[in-house]
Structures are given as structure tokens and as C-alpha cells.
């Protein structure tokens, strides 16, 4: 067991008693101790192992404790109408606070006595100067490069596996890197992110890039000592709250007035508007006006307190129909199931939230909120352990396979990004990403093995 691991499984029991025996419900401090635990591990370890069960807790302690708590202590002056939707009430911290500790607690439950992890960095170094892992790589970038650009022309039935294919792009520079190119993995990505941040959509090349780093750090031989890599996340935050603070009005600027056509004249434009941020230097060092507009994005709670509010009063438990019906659907085609349940929020939404949402408009009740309003307070805090206990396996799973083969360990951004890290959507949608990644994945390794490259 890590030692990650065994500090959690100390400090989520303490934090439980004195919830529930003491009464002290300082939600801010709570998400921040455990936030406090997952980066100190995620920083000492980045570069030694795949930090990737890492990000999921510390996104998880984000989203449902430390962005919905940190307007708890915002000052009074920067509430609007805006903000006073982030400020939750206390019935809501009551459910997510066991929830989100039961859901690492799964995160962190062992499989078996052998820790796959720091074994496999080992293997994935000794894939440097395979040939054939090489050409895999060029392949694989090809097919995903493909389904980049005949996405929009597809049909719909099978748009979702071109966008699963989109992503081989980044797993065939994986390839490419491990295989012993390091220039030219690097080149393709930083090109692919000028082309993301140019279309202002800032998640596209911000996920790639850090993955790609997780992976980088492992091959490269220098290790960085940890006040460096200290720094380094310290600076990779302050970019992340300057990019959010600029993103919407790079996007008002480049979508909706025709102007500013071109990748270039976008890039431009977003140095402009990020030079004007670092010049208002009395906001930069507000630390409420900097952190809002980002803790804003990060506040999934906000969402799950509506279906608080909205069940069981106005609608009843759902008792695990969408649950259910989402394991279901995850596994039966839709061309034998033809009214399945549709991915997304929009239905959840109305139903369970009393939300409808315009056309545009993309929201969904998150895990959480699914895993109440099927099972009330105490069975969806029970559900997230389940949940994460299921996402704890796979990694564990992965691993165990990495360890015979290791290329395999770099497909986990395939099944990461869409299916496993992600607390905003629901269960069906991550279970049917991973589905058929899964299927998409397997059937591709099993081409590819039998081609002669």
C-alpha cells in the first residue's frame, strides 16, 4: 500500500468522528486537508508513477468540497446573483462531505498485496528504441488524426466512436515517446494545443498537455527535486486561474463578432488579454477576484444541491432505475435498444433538478447527484463508495495487465479523460465511454497485433 494510501485511510476516519461525534462542520478545512494530502503525494510522486488515481481524488475534493465551500468565506461584497447560486446551504454539505470521504475511500482500497505501480514505470522505460512500438505510434496518430478532421461529417449513430478515435492521436504520441522520440512527440502536442487555445476551448489542449506531462516525467531520466516541482504546480495554477479569467472574454471576442479569424490573430489576442490581466496587478493579487471566476467553473455542488431541494419533495426516489438502466445501456447497442437512455444531463436535469435547459446549454447532476436521487443521503454516499471502488479496480486492472504488456498503460488516457474522471456527467455517460473505449480499444490491439509493421 502507498503511503498516500495509508495516511488517507488515518485521516478520513479522524475526520468522520469529529463530524459526527463533535459536531464541527468547517467544510473549508476538511476539503482542504484532504486536497492538502492528495497534491503533496501527486507532486512528490509525479515523474515515479502514473499519477492518475491522484487527479481523481483531488478533482473530486475540488468539485464537491473546496469550490462549493469556498463561497462559504467569500466576503460579503462580491456576492451577486451570480455567486449567490455557489452558496449552498448546510443539508447539502451534510451529504457531500461523507460522499465525497466514502468515495476515496474506494479510490484507495487494495486489491491484493502487489503494488503494480512503481513496477511499471520500470516497464514502460524499457519499450525505449522498439521499432515496432514506433511504427504502432505513427499508425495510431494517423487514425486519430483521420477522425479529427472527418468528425463533423460523420453520422451520428457512430460519432461517438470517431470521438473515441480522436483521442488515438495523443495515445500514438505516447507511443512515439516511449519508443525513444522525444522532440517530435512534443512538437505534434504543442501544435495541437496552439490549435486548441486559438479556438478558445481551453480543456481541449489543457487535458492533453497535462497527461502528456504525467507520461514525460516518467520517461525522462532527470528527476525533479520536489521544491521544483513545487513551483512548477504553483505556476501551472496561476495559469489555470489567468485562463479562466481571460477564456470568456477571448471567447465573446473570437465566436460571436466574426472578428479575428485566424489562428494567429486569436493567439495575439489571447497574449493581449492574459498582459492585461498581469497588468491589473491590484485583481491579480486579490485572491478572491483572481480564484472566483475558476472556483466557479470547478462548483459541481451547486448542481447537486438542486436535486437536493427538488427530491424527494417534488419527485421520488428513483430506487436505481438510472443506475440500472445505465449499466444496461452501456453494453446493448442501440440498434437492438432504440429508445435507450440518451447521454447527457438534459433529462436528468428536468426530472430530478427542475431545470430546463436551453438548447445550448450543457449541465448534468453529476455522480453525486445521480447517486441521491436514486438512493437518498445515506445509500448515495454508500454508491460513491461503490463507484469509486469500481474506478479503484480498473486502475488496479490496467496496472496488472501493464505489467506484462506495457504499452498497454499508455491507453489510460483513453478511458481517463472522458469515462473516469469526470464528476459533471452521470453514470450513463461515463459508463457508455468506457464501454466502448473498451470495445474501440480492444478490437484496435487486436488489428494491430496481427499486422506486420
Known amino acids: 500500500m ?6 488517507f485511510f488515518i485521516t478520513l476516519p479522524i475526520l468522520l468522528l469529529l463530524y459526527y461525534m463533535f459536531n464541527i462542520n468547517d467544510y473549508w478545512t476538511y476539503g482542504c486537508i484532504l486536497f492538502g494530502i492528495g497534491i503533496f503525494f501527486f507532486i512528490r510522486d509525479i515523474g515515479h508513477r502514473l499519477v492518475f488515481k491522484d487527479i481523481v481524488i483531488l478533482m473530486g475534493v475540488l468539485q464537491m468540497l473546496i469550490a462549493p465551500a469556498y463561497f462559504l468565506i467569500m466576503p460579503e461584497e462580491m456576492v451577486n446573483i451570480i455567486t449567490q ?10 451529504y457531500a462531505f461523507p460522499a465525497t470521504c466514502l468515495l476515496i475511500l474506494g479510490l484507495i482500497f487494495p486489491f491484493g498485496r502487489k503494488n503494480y505501480e ?11 528504441g522498439n521499432l515496432r512500438i514506433r511504427k504502432e505510434g505513427y499508425l495510431l496518430f494517423g487514425l486519430g488524426l483521420f477522425s479529427v478532421i472527418t468528425f463533423p461529417i460523420v453520422p451520428p449513430i457512430i460519432q461517438h466512436v ?15 515517446l516511449f519508443s525513444g522520440l522525444t522532440l517530435l512527440p512534443l512538437v505534434f502536442l504543442l501544435v495541437t494545443s496552439f490549435q486548441g487555445l486559438a479556438g478558445g476551448m481551453i480543456g481541449s489542449f489543457l487535458w492533453p498537455l497535462a497527461i502528456f506531462m504525467i507520461y514525460f516525467l516518467v520517461k525522462i ?14 505556476a501551472a495554477f496561476l495559469s489555470l486561474v489567468m485562463l479562466q479569467k481571460v477564456k470568456g472574454t477571448f471567447r465573446d471576442m473570437t465566436w460571436f463578432t466574426g472578428e479575428y479569424s485566424s489562428p494567429t490573430e486569436r493567439l495575439l489576442l489571447f497574449g ?4 492585461e490581466e498581469f497588468r491589473s496587478s491590484e485583481q491579480l493579487f486579490d485572491i478572491h477576484e483572481s480564484t472566483m471566476p475558476l472556483f466557479m467553473r470547478l462548483d459541481q455542488g451547486y ?16 430506487g436505481g432505475e438510472t443506475i440500472f438502466l445505465g449499466i444496461a445501456s452501456a453494453f446493448v447497442p442501440r440498434l437492438f435498444w432504440p429508445d435507450k437512455p440518451e447521454s447527457g444531463g438534459r433529462e436528468k436535469m428536468r426530472r430530478f433538478a427542475n431545470r430546463i435547459l436551453g438548447r445550448k446549454v450543457s449541465m448534468n447532476i453529476g455522480h453525486f447527484g445521480e447517486a441521491y436521487v436514486n438512493f437518498g443521503r445515506t445509500g448515495g454516499a454508500i454508491f460513491m463508495f461503490i463507484w469509486g471502488l469500481f474506478i479503484n479496480y480498473l486502475f488496479w486492472g490496467l496496472a496488472k495487465l501493464g505489467a506484462r504488456r506495457p504499452h498497454l498503460l499508455l491507453w489510460i488516457p483513453a478511458f481517463f479523460v472522458g469515462g473516469i474522471n469526470t464528476f459533471g456527467t452521470d453514470v450513463v455517460s461515463s459508463l457508455n465511454t468506457l464501454a466502448k473505449s473498451f470495445l474501440v480499444v480492444y478490437f484496435l490491439l487486436w488489428f494491430i497485433k496481427r499486422m506486420k509493421l
Do not use: C, W
Not at 493581449?272 to 498582459?275: F, K, T, V
Open 2 to 7: 502507498l503511503l498516500r494510501d495509508k495516511i
Open 85 to 94: 447560486a455557489h452558496i449552498l446551504p448546510e443539508e447539502y454539505f451534510q
Open 118 to 128: 512503481k513496477a511499471n514505470v520500470i516497464n514502460l522505460k524499457k519499450m525505449d
Open 162 to 176: 470517431f470521438y473515441i478515435l480522436k483521442s488515438f492521436m495523443y495515445i500514438g504520441i505516447l507511443y512515439m
Open 221 to 234: 531520466k532527470y528527476k525533479f527535486p520536489l521544491p521544483l516541482k513545487l513551483g512548477l504546480v504553483m
Open 272 to 275: 493581449e488579454l492574459l498582459a
Open 303 to 318: 448542481l447537486v444541491n438542486y436535486t437536493l431541494e427538488h427530491v424527494p419533495l417534488y419527485e421520488p426516489y428513483a
